[in-house]
């Protein structure tokens, strides 16, 4: 679609899509089969589009990092004016699109919303193809790339502290409610009136439960989820002297050490996509085809990679907020509630990612001091992609987190 597209056919085009292809497997036609590569059976589900770009930002390097490449971010926004505007920040190996059913709905048409596409992911801009990845000299472990890294929280400070845009309540998806939890603690979000995070497990150096923030089956020897490590370019390589590297691509074969349903997959891409949905959506990849696109074609290997240096921990210590931290200091000063950041967070009742009774306890711990209603929602029906899979809901929860503020 081009910047010259006509918003209400894209709507119309959507809306039938939607309507006719799950009309169409309601009334019992054969799905397709589970095994079949996602591209193609996505295909049959498949609209694809762009929003128009309203603006775009460059990464200002407020860190004055040596050799940070100022990328360029596009920013979009939908047709409503009501306030208080609203970002919304995708997750990992996805873009903006994933909020189609938020910006093409009443309620896009009623409120502002702003969205943007992270540095590495859908159409913003991407590091120097010529650059090597980022390794410590010393050490040989991977580094990364700082634009995919602090570069994340730089690209939504940025958008939020543009005065002709001035957004006051964040949501966030997965790998995105960090980024916002990331951009609130170092002092980036200074409007901030609520944070509305999904898909998303805060993480810290001292979790005040045994309980992982991910469901497991885990990698062999590690910490770490054989799902979310399909997002980091994670391989386990014995023939590394770390026993890893990072040079994992979405159209390799799944690790051997993955467990059914990963382990049927035909690549590792084909196995992260699908996880982003409830178990009937992912057995039969009943998703548009613009989910593939911008997990594949879209987002840079080396934007996963440099995600896995901070999900394996090798992110030098201070280098980045722990999210802990910056939960419990949403609350101000206790004789005074007004100064609270109310905090909602939502989880897939099918969530293949997040452990929902990780999040319970960092509840029941003290951890989440201005949740709201201080309640941990659970949507039923919906995996990790609550805003694709249960719109009405979802649409209809941030509207009431929005008037409680």
Not at 66 to 72: A, D, I, K, R, S
Not at 95 to 112: I, M, P
Not at 248 to 255: M, R, V
Not at 275 to 293: E, S, T, V
Request: one cysteine or more.
């Amino acid at each position: 679609m081009s910047n010259e597209c006509n918003h209400s056919t894209t709507t119309t085009v959507i809306i039938a899509l939607a309507g006719s292809l799950f009309a169409g497997c309601a009334q019992g036609d054969d799905p397709p089969p589970p095994e079949e590569r996602v591209h193609e059976a996505s295909d049959a589900l498949g609209f694809t589009f762009d929003y128009p770009i309203a603006k775009t930002v460059e990464l200002p390097n407020l860190f004055a990092i040596p050799g940070y490449e100022n990328l360029e971010i596009p920013v979009y926004e939908s047709f409503g004016t009501q306030g208080p505007p609203i970002l919304l920040v995708h997750g990992n190996s996805a873009s903006s699109r994933a909020y189609v059913k938020q910006v093409f709905s009443l309620f896009g048409a009623t409120r502002k919303l702003y969205l943007l596409d992270l540095p590495g992911y859908g159409r913003s801009e991407k590091v120097d193809p010529g650059r090597a990845f980022p390794v410590d000299p010393n050490t040989g472990l991977p580094e990364g790339f700082a634009e995919y890294q602090i570069g994340l929280v730089e690209a939504v400070a940025t958008v939020a502290n543009d005065p002709a845009l001035a957004p006051e309540v964040f949501v966030g998806w997965s790998v995105g409610g960090d980024v916002l939890l990331l951009t609130q603690g170092a002092g980036l979000l200074p409007a901030a009136k609520g944070l509305f995070i999904f898909g998303t497990a805060p993480a810290g150096a001292n979790p005040p439960t045994a309980e992982p923030p991910f469901k497991g089956p885990f990698v062999p020897g590690l910490p770490l989820s054989t799902l979310a490590s399909l997002g980091f370019a994670f391989v386990a390589d014995a023939n590394s002297p770390h026993g890893f590297n990072l040079d994992g691509e979405f159209t390799d074969a799944p690790p051997v050490h993955a467990a059914p349903p990963t382990s049927r997959a035909p690549t590792v891409g084909d196995a992260y996509v699908r996880a982003f949905f409830n178990p009937i959506r992912r057995r039969f990849a009943l998703f548009p085809k613009f989910f593939i696109d911008d997990a594949f074609d879209r987002t840079d290997r080396d934007a996963r990679a440099s995600l896995g240096v901070i999900g394996l921990g090798l992110a030098p210590p201070g280098a980045l907020p722990d999210e802990l931290d910056v939960l419990q200091n949403l609350e101000g000063d206790p004789s005074d509630p007004s100064d609270d950041i109310p905090i909602a967070v939502l989880v897939g009742g099918s969530d293949a990612f997040v452990n929902a009774q990780y999040l319970e306890d960092l509840k029941a711990a003290g951890y989440l001091p201005t949740l709201w209603h201080n309640d941990i929602i659970s949507v039923p029906g919906a995996g990790h992609a609550i805003q694709f899979e249960r719109p009405a809901l979802f649409n209809a929860v941030l509207s009431q987190f929005i008037h409680s503020l």
